[in-house]
């Protein structure tokens, strides 16, 4: 519990955000589209296709990960809810 509460309290942090939003743009360009666009196929499935199914499913899931990080309450108050 004590790791999952220390990332939650790294992924509060703006830096974070703009990290993950700055690295699914790079994610989407040129270099990263073309590595998948073969004509290879995995289980039936074009690779292109999995590499953009795969990184939509993860990108929900560092945006799940980063609303939970907001419900956490805030250490900078005390029980009372003072400074």
């Not at 990184?55 to 990080?69: E, N």
Request: charged share 20%.
């Amino acid at each position: 519990m004590k790791f999952t509460n220390g990332l939650f309290k790294r992924l509060r942090l703006r830096e974070s955000w703009v990290i993950f939003f700055i690295l699914g743009v790079v994610m989407l360009n040129y270099p990263f589209v073309q590595i998948f666009n073969r004509p290879d196929m995995l289980a039936g499935i074009p690779m292109l296709y999995l590499y953009f199914m795969g990184g939509w499913a993860i990108s929900i899931f560092v945006i799940y990960l980063f609303t939970k990080a907001l419900d956490l309450p805030d250490d900078r108050h005390d029980e009372g809810g003072h400074r």
